[in-house]
């Protein structure tokens, strides 16, 4: 009984080991880590040497904002993977017009591929939950007519989606209670419809950042940081977050499966830590920015789930890769980089900057890591297959 019990075990251990890409849903994504390339200043370096600069840093997976054929044609051979963005600002116009939605799709995505791997296009930035219902409500048709103007093109490979902000959600605590907000669900529904018949994930932009700031006294900060805690229990499914990040994702998931949307896959399309700030936003500190994005960049090299969907291995975007200084709002908005407008690091997490790009790379020992993982594993299996031989 016991021993067939273990090697029934052994056996689902060697198809999850030997089967990596089960659980690789949105074709959008290589691996687990990407970066948000957003231009909102003047002082940052040129997109050839931004090129330089993702090539060091080893990170495959980038967005951009919009299409800018400058930024479009460094890419060109690089093998580097990018999802263009279509802006806010032209939604209604591709909303309203078929014609319009293929010419931007032919001139800004098909002239450049297939030297320029364009994987996906973003159509709008947090739209739902905002404040211009029009935009909202042109959402749909715009992202149809994107994805159309694909098919018509004959672009393939290229994956349509649109990023949310957690402010389409009603409330995500504790997370398997989060639903979509009255006034956002209507919207939000037939858009999930169609994503999930074009096999297109749900892009969440997760702060727990912004969930800390807010609620300071709520919120333990080293639960926000990934650092260790006692964490939090899920009252209704008894789940265990040792990090907000998770939780904020298990929250997303709740609030699919709640509107009848189990199976889609949640991908982080942004998430970071400010390492400035204004004085209401005490956390925004280059030691806290610097702890999030490393403790995130090993919680991402785990290549695990999350507590809800542990076979839906956690994919994000970092936002972002330069502080942006020409951007509005709060200071942290603009200190969200992991590199400086010059191209030096904000602070280490095992990047080299553009000064010093023969620095080693901390990803290698990540990636060392990992691979020590996966040897104990196999160890742990090959030892326990003669405990089970001998024992026969
Ligand atoms: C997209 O194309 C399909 C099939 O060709 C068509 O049925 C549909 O009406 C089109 N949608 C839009 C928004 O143009
Ligand atoms: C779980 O916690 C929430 C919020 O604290 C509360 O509203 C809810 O009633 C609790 N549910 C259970 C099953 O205890």
Redesign the pocket.
Known sequence: MKIGLIVVRFFFMLLVIFNPNVQQTAKAFTGTYGINYGRIADNIPSPDKVVKLLRAAKIKNVRIYDAEPSVLNAFKGTGLELVVGLPNGFVKEMSAN?DHALNWVKDNVKAFLPDTRIVGIAVGNEVLGGSDNELEVALL?AV??I??AT?KLGISGVQISTAHSQAVFADSFPPSYCVFKDGVAQLMKPLLEFFSKIGSPFCLNAYPFLAYTYNPDKIDINYALFEPTKGIVDNRTHLHYDNLLDAQIDAAYAALEDAGFSNMEVIVTETGWASDGDENEPAATPSNARTYNYNLRKRLAKRKGTPLRPKKMLKAYIFALFNEYQKTGQSSERNFGLFKADGSISYDIGFSGLQDVSAASSLSSLKGIRAQAYYLTVIAITTSISVLLSRL
């Open positions: 078929a048709n149809k007519n994805y159309n098919k």
